[in-house]
Structures are given as structure tokens and as C-alpha cells.
């Protein structure tokens, strides 16, 4: 349904190359055109933007998700937003759904980049007076921004979707500990159970899940694993083992963000428990790429939502990722 509410000779909906189905998405449930933009590289492999029309004293909007290759991604978007700064514009709002730098949180070892930080200082040094974002990957991260900036949470999408489903003898499963406050918030949407696992990270591509915390899984035929982001798997398959040891039938994968890189979702896809594998479009996945397994659900409207709200000087804290926060008291 579209939001004809949006006066269209006021805004500016530009899209940069990492998604632009979602962005044209959005542009629609909210009934104004997405404006074409310009991309080429030069022969020295330099970026050229050019955005596709008049951004004088009118609200813009630049969609871009940081999702692989992100380093181009970002410069792409940086870009943009210093175009429509140096153009006049009234206000710049950067709508990135997913900010995949958000995993680089904390100073954990000598000599590294707190590199989340960094980046929102880039984003606000070039342009942006507004950030709205999607289920950040650590919470404080909301912290590192400058300027205004809106963590929207996708857990309205995955209830509509799993609460058309048969949830008897379900629990949900959070990865970790640091992911079990959202967990918990999504199993009591749903009325089921939840527990956690206990993970340690090895590595960008090992981790060690050594038991579930908390309400134990025995006695269940199926586990919902709920995470913000799945890169290459290797948490879902260590907790997936785990699982099954302990007698899960039947394994259902909920993300966010669904990056698979490192053939992460072909490896989900090959264990016969695992049997539907769940994400949104915040990270786009080509038609080639998608297994039988998965699907696929828009958060669109999550962001046209929003981004009208915020338009109409409305409140969106009922859309935030830690509305209704609660402490891990639920397992």
C-alpha cells in the first residue's frame, strides 16, 4: 500500500549500487520516484557519481547497504553525501540498512581501528545530518554517531512471517549471549521458549559453541536460531551440531542481515535438519545465488514506515531494534 503523503518535489530519493531494488522498494511505499544516479570508474579505477537531479534546499535520501565489496560501497555512499552537501541540500539523510562495520565495535586488540567509530565520523564529516540503520550489530554502536540516528528493528517482519507457522515444540536459540536480549524479545513475541548458546570467537571464521545456557532443549523438535547477521555461517553450524546432539529434529535459521560470503549459506543449506533458512533484503542476494532453502522477506515498508514518520515529525521509537529492551531473565 502506498503512502501518497510525501510532497515529491521535496525530497530526493537516491539509491547508490549495493541495493537498489530495496531502495526502489522503499521510493514506492512511499510514492516518489528514486532519481537515477550516475556511477562509472575512471581508467585509474577512481569513482564518478553524479546524482540525477536538483538537490537545492530539498530533503535527500541515499540508500546504500554496506554490503560486500563494502569498502567501494562506502566510498560510494560518502560520496554521495558530500555531492548533496556541496549541492545545498536542506537535509541528508544517509539510510544505510545494513551498517556491516558495526562488527568492529571495541579496541580488543594493540594497534587496530575501533573502525564503526570511525566510520560515522566519515559519515557526518561528509554530508550526513541523519543516519537510520538496521539491527546494528552491537548496540553501543548507536553511541559512536554525531548526528541523529535511528536503529530500526526487523522483528515485526519475522513475527508476521513465523507466527503463520506451526510453532509447537519450538525454542528459539540465540547464537550467544550478546544476541540473547533480542532473542528473548522475539520468543516472547511468538510465545515460545528461548534459550542461548555459549559461544567464543576464535577467529573472523572459527568459533566455539560449547553448551546452551540456560532452558535446555531436550524435549523439543525444533530450534529457531535467531541472529542479526550470518556471514559465513560458521556460528549456525557449531550451534547446529550442538543442537541436533541433543535431539532437535528440525532447524529453522532466522537472520537480518544475510551476507554469505565464503559459501556460508550453500554450507546451512547442506545439513538435511536445517530446513528453511530465513533473512530480509537489508543485504541483496542475486536470484543465481538463492537456494530452495531460502527466503527472503522485505523490510520496505519497516523503512518507508520510518522514514515518513520522521518526515512528519512523528515519533519512531515503537520501531526501534531495543524498543521494549528487557534484561536476559527470560531463559
Excluded at 6 to 35: K, T
Excluded at 221 to 239: C, P
Excluded at 306 to 313: F, L
Aim: glycine letters at 6%.
Amino acid at each position: 500500500m502506498t503512502m501518497q503523503m510525501m510532497d515529491p518535489n521535496e525530497v530526493r530519493f537516491f539509491s547508490g549500487s549495493s541495493n537498489p531494488q530495496l531502495a526502489q522498494a522503499i521510493a514506492g511505499h512511499l510514492d516518489v520516484p528514486l532519481v537515477p544516479t550516475g556511477i562509472k570508474r575512471f581508467g585509474n579505477d577512481c569513482l564518478s557519481i553524479q546524482l540525477g537531479a536538483s538537490v537545492r534546499s530539498r530533503r535527500v535520501y541515499i540508500v546504500q547497504s554496506l554490503a560486500p565489496p563494502v569498502n567501494d560501497h562506502l566510498v560510494e555512499l560518502l560520496m554521495m553525501l558530500d555531492i548533496a552537501r556541496g549541492a545545498a541540500a536542506k537535509e541528508i539523510h544517509a539510510i544505510i540498512p545494513y551498517f556491516s562495520f558495526a562488527r568492529s565495535d571495541k579496541k580488543d586488540a594493540p594497534r587496530i581501528s575501533i573502525t564503526a567509530r570511525l566510520v560515522a565520523d566519515l559519515l557526518q564529516a561528509s554530508g550526513a545530518t541523519h543516519v537510520m540503520t538496521m539491527v546494528l550489530h552491537s548496540p553501543q554502536v548507536h553511541g559512536f554517531f554525531s548526528v541523529p540516528t535511528d536503529p530500526l528493528t526487523s522483528r515485526p517482519v519475522f513475527k508476521r512471517y513465523f507466527q503463520e507457522r506451526d510453532l509447537s515444540g519450538t525454542i528459539v536459540v540465540a547464537p550467544d549471549l550478546g544476541h540473547a536480549n533480542s532473542a528473548a524479545r522475539f520468543a516472547r513475541d511468538l510465545g515460545v521458549p528461548v534459550t542461548a548458546g555459549n559461544k567464543t570467537r576464535i577467529s573472523d571464521t572459527q568459533v566455539k559453541i560449547d553448551s546452551i545456557v540456560g532452558q535446555q532443549v531436550k524435549g523439543y523438535k525444533r530450534a529457531l536460531i535467531f541472529d542479526d547477521e550470518i556471514s559465513t555461517g560458521g556460528s549456525v553450524l557449531e550451534l547446529s551440531g550442538i543442537l541436533i546432539d541433543q535431539g532437535i529434529e528440525d532447524i529453522w535459521v532466522a537472520c537480518t542481515h544475510g551476507v554469505f560470503v565464503k559459501n556460508g549459506l550453500e554450507k546451512l543449506a547442506t545439513i538435511p535438519q536445517i530446513t528453511q533458512i530465513v533473512t530480509t533484503d537489508t543485504v541483496y542476494t542475486p536470484p543465481e545465488k538463492r537456494h530452495p532453502k531460502l527466503e527472503i522477506l522485505s523490510v520496505a515498508s519497516v523503512f518507508g514506515e520510518a522514514i515518513y514518520r520522521n518526515y512528519a515529525c512523528q515519533s519512531i521509537s515503537d520501531l526501534f531494534a531495543f524498543w521494549e529492551d528487557s534484561a536476559w531473565t527470560d531463559i
